[in-house]
């Protein structure tokens, strides 16, 4: 397998540690296809009005939107007008939001 550069020094050493599991056959590829795909979670920053869009077309409120994302009323209207943007789990779960729709995370 070739080595793959990646941001964390830390990630770095699981994929080492990865693939000389893989090498000596305690995980076999597909374990290994796995372990690739979940290590790569990253996301695109969304824009204010992607996220407003986002809350629109499930047709929600502001607050209802909050709720579903576990985090405030406020935090939201934020993201919306652009003073804050998600980050962390919240900009994960936006993205599967994006990806899957709004039942992704009910």
Known sequence: MKAIKRK????????DTARGLH?????DKRRMGEFAALSNLDVKALAPKEIRLLRESAHVSQ????????TS????????I????PSGP???LLSLIQRKGIDAVL
């Open 23 to 27: 090498a000596s056959g305690l995980i």
């Open 82 to 85: 652009g003073d804050k943007r």
């Open 73 to 80: 009323l406020s935090t939201v209207q934020k993201w919306e």
């Open 63 to 70: 607050a209802v939107f909050a709720a579903m994302l576990n």
């Open 8 to 15: 964390s020094r830390i990630l770095d050493e699981m994929h």
């Open 90 to 92: 919240s900009l994960k």
